[in-house]
Nanobody
Framework: QVQLVESGGGLVQAGGSLRLSCTAS????????MGWFRQAPGKEREFVAA????????TYRDSVKGRFTISKDNTKNTVYLQMNSLKPEDTAVYYC?????????????????WGQGIQVTVSS
């Protein structure tokens, strides 16, 4: 049973920073793709970033490039999303996801496991 548990969300002012954590359990994730998605009220869930666990290479949506960084700690089986220069439009529920493949996809249907989601609110 794969479990993904997010933490680190909250309320921050525009221009501030937050770091989200996703701790994974139940499998060896060395052959997985780990991703972050977000969903704002009334909108579709959208891709934010993803990382090939074994290689460490990352992919980002254009609107977060240069502001967000995805990283991992193998010893803790944890993936992070460092979010800097936050904007009100970054406000959403953020989800951690895992994909049992060696190739990255930005499609939410391509991910097999999901966390429960965590709220990030950026005030103007």
């Amino acid at each position: 049973q794969v479990q993904l548990v997010e933490s680190g969300g909250g309320l921050v002012q525009a221009g501030g920073s937050l770091r989200l954590s996703c701790t994974a359990s139940g499998r060896t994730f060395s052959r997985y793709i780990m991703g972050w998605f977000r969903q704002a009220p009334g909108k579709e869930r959208e891709f934010v970033a993803a990382m090939i666990w074994s290689a460490g290479s990352a992919t980002y949506r254009d609107s977060v490039k240069g502001r967000f960084t995805i990283s991992k700690d193998n010893t803790k089986n944890t993936v992070y999303l460092q979010m800097n220069s936050l904007k009100p439009e970054d406000t959403a529920v953020y989800y951690c996801a895992a994909r049992t493949s060696v190739s990255v996809t930005t499609a939410k249907d391509g991910y097999n496991y999901w966390g429960q989601g965590i709220q990030v609110t950026v005030s103007s």
